[in-house]
């Protein structure tokens, strides 16, 4: 088995047969990674309480061969984002964020790519930590984190075409192709899309590449705030497949903004 020592992000942590845990790690150098703590239970003195959610560590891994799991050898803390465990909202969209990573981050991928990932989980623990969330928070970080992942979604030009300055104030986001459709290619486009308006788009496009520490002076208005979180929220399950399991309780901690507008509308029928 190759060591390996770097550092690693706690995803998911469980309870394993009588005395083990398993975890699922996010790792700058190789992705998602999942490791067996033996004894992690029994034994407080070998891993002292650092296996928990959210916890930075700095780990040494037996990687195992092939479909082989990898084992934790020793893990040391580097930080806990503390503030994550005792405030609802900010636990409720932490975990939600880690769960989306756990289920959408590659095992394996380019260095440049996991390690962008990283620094994205990372910082929005950071930015959790010392920021209260919302509703329009969750939506900028949902969308960063799906960025992060590899899902980026066209917000400028027509996502069929390629045409630039699509015309009218509101108009047809396509969910499956990810991106806006102009008038012409709307008219041919089937499938599920949202009516949404191009300020929405823009104020999502700054939500994506402003500065993390800047994001809390975006202030969207209320119409744009329901429209984006409707478009991220259907665009990252088109992407995932499958509700989270920490979903229904963000819901409960940071209730959706309700800004009317952005019907949903169904385009002619065809590919
Ligand atoms: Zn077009």
């Keep these: 088995m190759a060591t390996l020592r770097c550092e690693a992000l706690v995803l998911r942590s469980v309870d394993?047969?009588?005395?083990?845990?398993?975890?699922?790690l996010l790792v700058p150098e190789v992705g998602?990674?999942?490791?067996?703590?033996?004894?992690?239970?029994?034994?407080?003195?070998?891993?002292?309480?650092?296996?928990?959610?959210?916890?930075?560590?700095?780990?040494?891994?037996?990687?195992?061969?092939?479909?082989?799991?990898?084992?934790?050898?020793?893990?040391?803390?580097?930080?806990?984002?503390?503030?994550?465990?005792?405030?609802?909202a900010r636990f409720a969209l932490g975990?939600?964020?880690?769960?989306?990573?756990?289920?959408?981050?590659?095992?394996?991928g380019s260095r440049?790519?996991?390690?962008?990932?990283?620094?994205?989980?990372?910082?929005a623990l950071d930015w959790l930590a010392s920021h209260p969330p919302n509703a329009q928070v969750r939506i900028f970080l949902e969308l960063?984190?799906?960025?992060?992942?590899?899902?980026?979604?066209e917000l400028r030009r027509c996502v069929r075409c390629g045409r630039d300055g699509i015309e009218g104030d509101v108009v047809d986001f396509?969910?499956?192709?990810?991106?806006?459709?102009?008038?012409?290619?709307?008219?041919?486009?089937?499938?599920?899309?949202?009516?949404?308006?191009?300020?929405?788009?823009r104020a999502l496009e700054q939500g994506l590449d402003w500065d993390l520490a800047r994001l809390d002076r975006l202030v969207l208005p209320p119409t744009a705030l329901g429209e984006a979180s409707r478009l991220v929220s259907r665009f990252q399950r088109f992407h995932l497949g499958v509700e989270l399991q920490s979903e229904r309780f963000?819901?409960?901690m940071l209730p959706p903004p309700s800004g009317r507008s952005g019907a949903h509308s169904q385009g002619p029928a065809g590919p």
């Design 250 to 252: 963000l819901r409960e």
């Design 16 to 24: 394993y047969s009588e005395s083990d845990r398993i975890l699922h």
């Design 144 to 153: 960063r984190g799906l960025d992060a992942l590899g899902v980026r979604p």
């Design 174 to 201: 396509h969910i499956p192709d990810g991106g806006p459709l102009c008038g012409a290619c709307a008219a041919r486009r089937g499938g599920d899309r949202l009516r949404v308006h191009q300020g929405t788009l």
């Design 32 to 88: 998602r990674l999942t490791a067996i703590a033996k004894h992690a239970r029994k034994s407080v003195r070998r891993f002292g309480g650092t296996l928990d959610l959210f916890n930075r560590l700095e780990v040494e891994i037996a990687r195992g061969r092939g479909s082989a799991m990898s084992r934790l050898d020793r893990a040391r803390l580097i930080h806990s984002y503390a503030p994550l465990r005792t405030d609802p």
């Design 95 to 108: 975990c939600y964020l880690l769960e989306m990573l756990d289920r959408m981050a590659p095992e394996g």
């Design 112 to 123: 440049t790519d996991v390690q962008r990932l990283f620094q994205f989980a990372v910082g």
